[in-house]
């Protein structure tokens, strides 16, 4: 029996575990290989062993195009073989050509000998074939972990602060306080897509956040945002820009089982084939509490950001932000300014037969926040002003296909010219991240 002829021929089967052959073995060698078997096949076309072994050969080095041709070949000399017709779908996913792929794998589905196991393969690779060429697409990623920081309330690192512009004693329960908690973030986003030329889709995107302090109740948090609008892909051909999304925006904040305040708005982004993005929002806030009326008003952010390739195994991202805060309390309005870069590595896993690599991630930011008056509740005289540094590194370690396990640790340092605000904070976390 021919070697290609196997149980089981799934898209990991057929293909990762020909590109983990490949992370192993020499590039030279296997070039050489593979053109070796180039000249063994077309000396002797009608042997299928020395086909499949060509087609094999050229999955590794990334001739996607020349297996396939292989393997119709094979189907020419001998149309029975069911297996070859899945490897064959399974390559045309490959390569997007989603209704070739549909029609090999039918065929392997409807096929009287195939055994049961296969056949339910082959359907559930039609089921992707289905979801990626819907009209509709629903995606979601869900992040759920534990932290620790050593500053959760970002109170201050003494008790001297200053009331009235006085030097006042603050208790220490207001201090610096570490504490620990739980949270779950998600990000689902819906797409319609009209199937036009220019590419034209309505996105819908909700993101929720909850977490719940083991002893900083008062920082237990809630936190809806829906957007929603109409994005519009242009041909790469366009110089400027390749992609425009308007969107409208309305979010929610609970703090404490408290409802705290509502944002409606909404924004545009644009993007470019370059990888720049540009992204403006305004939002209208509403607060609750008639207490916090002083604080209602326009918000208005603008950020520009780029992404970049440093080399095969490492890329870059830099973003720039702008972000204007008006309140009716000119004490509680600022405006500040905001860089952040991150930077990614991508390297093989310590984990024998591992399926994914995994990443590495530093990242580092610096803002500037200026207010607008002095607060006379805290020194009538002295208007506020904060420096902020970030750095953060993580660990992104996949567990398969969709599932990974994100490690962080990062610290924050905030210098302000009133002691009531200056603080520091050094955190980890440990979180589990599911893509479906």
């Known amino acids: 029996m021919l070697s290609y002829i196997t149980t089981r021929s799934t898209l990991l089967v057929v293909l990762l575990s020909s590109f ?7 590039e030279d060698t296997v070039q050489q290989s593979y053109d070796a078997a180039f000249i063994e096949m077309y000396k002797d076309v009608g042997n299928l062993d020395k086909t499949f072994n060509f087609a094999e050969l050229a999955v590794q080095v990334g001739d996607l ?16 073989l069911p297996t070859v017709r899945m490897q064959l779908g399974v390559l045309y996913m490959q390569l997007e050509s989603y209704a070739m792929a549909y029609a090999y794998l039918a065929e392997v589905r409807d096929h009287d000998q195939v055994p049961a196991d296969v056949k339910q393969e082959a359907e559930n690779l039609i089921g992707q074939i289905d979801a990626v060429t819907s009209a509709h697409k629903l995606t979601a990623t869900v992040l759920a972990g534990a932290r ?17 512009g006085e030097e006042s004693i603050l208790a220490d329960q207001y201090t610096e306080q570490s504490d620990s908690d739980f949270s779950v973030t998600g990000q689902f986003q819906y797409v319609y897509d009209f199937e036009a030329e220019p590419v034209v889709t309505f996105d819908a995107g909700l993101s929720v956040y909850a977490n719940r302090q083991d002893d900083q109740n008062q920082l237990d948090t809630r936190l809806i945002e829906l957007t929603a609008g109409p994005r519009f892909e242009f041909s790469p051909s366009v110089r400027n820009f390749q992609e425009i999304k308007p ?3 309305v979010s929610d904040l609970v703090m404490d089982d408290n409802d705290m305040f509502r944002d409606l708005g909404g924004g545009f982004s644009v993007s470019s084939r370059q990888a720049w993005n540009l992204d403006a929002r305004y939002v209208e806030r509403d607060y609750d509490d008639s207490s916090q009326a002083g604080l209602e008003g ?4 603008l950020t520009f950001g780029n992404t970049f390739a440093v080399s095969d195994q490492i890329s870059g991202s830099l973003a720039v932000t702008a972000f204007d805060e008006n309140t009716e309390d000119n004490w509680a309005a600022y405006r500040e300014y905001s860089i952040s870069t991150t930077l990614q590595r991508i390297f093989e896993s310590p984990i024998p037969d591992a399926i994914q690599p995994w990443t590495g991630s530093l990242t580092l930011g610096f803002s500037d926040k ?58 980890t976390s440990v979180s589990t991240m599911i893509q479906f």
């Open 20 to 26: 983990a052959c490949t992370a192993i073995a020499d």
């Open 65 to 80: 195009e020349g297996a396939i041709a292989a393997l119709e070949r094979m189907l020419i000399i001998d149309p029975n």
């Open 148 to 164: 620790y920081q050593t500053n959760a309330n970002s109170g201050p690192l003494t008790n001297q602060i200053l009331l009235f």
């Open 247 to 249: 969107y409208l925006l």
């Open 298 to 301: 326009p918000r208005t952010r």
């Open 370 to 427: 200026g207010y607008q008056a002095a607060n006379p509740s805290i020194d009538p005289d002295k208007v506020r002003k904060d420096n902020t540094f970030r750095a953060s590194i993580s660990l992104t370690i996949p567990f398969w296909l969709n599932t990974a396990l994100i490690t962080t640790v990062g610290y924050t340092e905030v210098d302000s010219n009133l002691p009531n605000y200056a603080n520091e904070n050094w955190f």
